[in-house]
C-alpha cells in the first residue's frame, strides 16, 4: 500500500536487497519503506517525513 505522503506499506516478514547488495531481514507483520528518502534508517522508514519541510525557493 502507499500512502499519500508517508511510507510505503508491504507485507512482512521479508528481505530487502540494497543497491550495495546489503540484505535486510524484517520481521514485521508491515514493513514501512521510506520514499521521501529522509529517513535515518533508509531504506526503512523512521516518521521523519513527518517533519516538517522547508519552502520550496522555485
Ligand atoms: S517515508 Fe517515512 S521517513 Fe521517509
Excluded at 32 to 47: E, K, M, N, Q, V
Amino acid at each position: 500500500m502507499l500512502t499519500d505522503d508517508g511510507p510505503a506499506l508491504i507485507d512482512g516478514p521479508v528481505d530487502l536487497v540494497t543497491a550495495d547488495g546489503t540484505i535486510l531481514h524484517c520481521d514485521r507483520f508491515v514493513v514501512a519503506l521510506c520514499l521521501c528518502r529522509r529517513s535515518g534508517s533508509y531504506p526503512l522508514c523512521d516518521t521523519s517525513h513527518r517533519r516538517r519541510r522547508p519552502p520550496r525557493s522555485d
